[in-house]
């Protein structure tokens, strides 16, 4: 049997998405009467295997869940066979996209100034270099072309429906730590708070947030998170936990399947991009996500009932904290 932090460490995946793929019930884990926490046996390991290679190869999750539960071959091969079909036709977009580049370049080369070069480099300009050019078949490859360049220019974070949240002011039960697997830790805590205190009767609208605190670093072996979830001013804390007190703020929002963490990056992206909003990060900066919260949703709710095996599918919202620009 191999430890979560094993796993975590030998095949470079976080303890939170072994978490995840356990939900979507692609792994199995269990827990020795003698230890507190989750190992896996052989034969999930062997699946994690397959499954981080498939990840890799960008087959998703819900396929890969096909491949791991269905018996029949076939089905299996056309799972696969479709992803082929999808990367096909990428390698045509891209290939578009070369070609088009390599129009462009053979149009600006002989500009004789940076001004010829901007007015070549415009909409306009492209779309008559694209139209002059002789090359065979060009009237197919310039509407591939033209396509796939304005599908390339539309990234990831331009798609997001970003909302706005002002969270009000909050008293919250704090639970923090530092080293291996920090959210299991803080989750484990956090659990047991709202199970023990009855939480969830006394405030049934009681939410939980999260964040990194330090973030991961190359100049620490181990980085930290903190959990809170809010309580009424005058609930009892036991320890580890603390009382803390949040003043609240603005924050744009995304929400995620459990496991996107990747798109922290395209929030960003539109915070970075926005002309009316900026952000408005934690002096502390860094070492606790610069301001921003992950409120995972349902949460006290699913602690309370002890985490049904039946519940409701992870869903958090990514909070970046933001200000009016000046």
């Known amino acids: 049997m191999t430890t979560i932090t094993e796993v975590s460490r030998t095949l470079e995946v976080s ?20 230890y507190a926490y989750r190992v896996y046996d ?56 070369r070609d088009a580049l390599a129009m462009f370049i053979q149009r600006i080369s002989g500009a004789q100034d940076m001004a010829q070069r901007v007015a070549l480099l415009g909409d306009e300009g492209l779309l008559k270099a694209v139209r002059a050019l002789g090359l065979s078949n060009t009237t197919l490859k310039e509407k591939i072309a033209m396509n796939e360049i304005n599908h390339a220019e539309n990234e990831q974070w331009r798609k997001l429906n970003v909302r706005f949240i002002v969270l009000p002011p909050m008293t919250v039960a704090a639970f923090h730590y530092v080293g291996p697997d920090p959210e299991e830790h803080v989750g484990d805590m956090a659990s047991r708070f709202v199970q023990e205190s009855r939480l969830y009767d ?20 181990n980085y930290g998170y903190e959990v809170w979830v809010t309580i009424p001013e005058d609930f009892d804390v036991p320890a580890p936990g603390v009382k803390k007190h949040f003043p609240g703020g603005l924050y744009a929002a995304h929400a995620i399947d459990f496991g996107s963490f990747h798109e922290w990056a395209w929030l960003a992206q539109w915070v970075e991009n926005n002309p009316d909003w900026a952000g408005n990060g934690s002096p502390e900066g860094p070492e606790n996500m610069f301001g921003g919260l992950e409120e995972h949703l349902n949460w006290v709710w699913a602690a309370h009932q002890g985490w049904p095996e039946d519940g409701l599918p992870g869903k958090i919202d990514l909070l970046h904290p933001i200000r009016k620009r000046q």
């Open 15 to 34: 303890a939170r998405m072994l978490r995840y793929y356990e939900q979507q019930g692609l792994i199995v884990s269990a827990r020795r009467p003698d």
């Open 42 to 97: 052989v034969e999930n390991v062997n699946r994690l295997r397959i499954i981080l290679v498939l990840r890799r190869l960008r087959v998703p999750l819900k396929d890969i869940a096909a491949i791991l539960t269905n018996c029949d071959a076939g089905e299996a091969v056309a799972v696969l066979q479709a992803r082929v079909r999808e990367v096909e036709g990428e390698v045509r977009s891209l290939n578009a996209i």
């Open 202 to 221: 006394v405030k049934p609208d009681s939410r939980m947030f999260g964040f990194n605190h330090p973030n991961p670093s190359p100049d620490r072996p």
